[in-house]
């Protein structure tokens, strides 16, 4: 079956412009995860969604970062003001419960200038 | 704080030669150890769950155990496809059970 998928796969923008990551869970799967993966870095952990509530923020690097999730289906990530260091991969993760085996997309490659 | 060391950072090896590679962890209580593969340009590719001290499992040329500090995924007679970076990470049993803490990878390079 289909599995997660990212858009766009790729993103170069400019330094204070704001910028939107979309996920799309596999169907029916009612938990999403956000993560982020700087070079040289392990994934770090930003949001995670169970249905269309944000039990955990925690890691959102600041309130430059927001996402929403629209029932049990699409999430977006939004960067606002974009800076140098929001440049990585952004992936996203879902899972048909909270504590199961977590299924990655593709990740979208932002690249801020 | 739960925390992800993997070693060696690369490993070279060449076509045939067995070789493991290692992820330390410490967590207050585990509640699942993964291993992921990810190949450059895209999102990591799902391998093993290993929830117990002493579990193993075995996929193709791969086999992943776990100890109460450490697990390993151990490579035999490895082919070039299995050139990759692999990922360890864990869950944990208290809280914040849903999120994964991440190593930073082994790169792993299969010469023929």
């Known amino acids: 079956g289909a599995g997660v998928s990212q858009s766009p796969s790729n993103k170069v923008t400019e330094k204070g412009k704001d910028v939107e990551l979309r996920c799309d869970p596999i169907s029916g799967h009612t938990a999403l995860y956000w993560y982020r993966q700087r070079l040289g870095q392990g994934l770090e952990f930003l949001i995670y969604f169970q249905g269309n509530s944000a039990p955990d923020k925690s890691g959102l690097p600041s309130d430059r970062f927001s996402a929403e999730r629209t029932g049990e289906s699409v999430s977006t990530l939004t960067i606002q003001r974009t800076q140098q260091e929001d440049s990585a991969v952004y992936l996203c993760?879902?899972?048909?419960?909270?504590?199961?085996?977590?299924?990655f997309g593709p990740g979208t490659r932002l690249l801020v200038l | 704080e739960d925390q992800v060391t993997q070693s060696p950072e690369a490993l070279r090896l060449q076509e045939g030669e067995s070789s493991s590679l290692n992820c330390s962890y410490t967590v207050s209580g585990l509640r699942g150890l993964f291993w992921y593969r990810q190949d450059p340009g895209k999102g990591p590719e799902f391998l093993f769950t290993?929830?117990?001290a002493g579990e193993e499992k075995e996929k193709e040329r791969l086999k992943a155990t776990l100890t109460k500090k450490e697990s390993f995924l151990h490579i035999t007679a490895p082919k070039p496809e299995d050139s990759a970076t692999y990922l360890c990470?864990?869950?944990?049993?208290?809280?914040?059970?849903?999120?994964?803490?991440f190593g930073k990878g082994t790169l792993l390079t299969v010469n023929p």
């Open positions: 290993l929830y117990s």
């Open positions: 990470a864990v869950q944990d049993s208290g809280g914040s059970n849903y999120k994964l803490t």
């Open positions: 993760a879902s899972t048909p419960s909270s504590q199961e085996t977590q299924y």
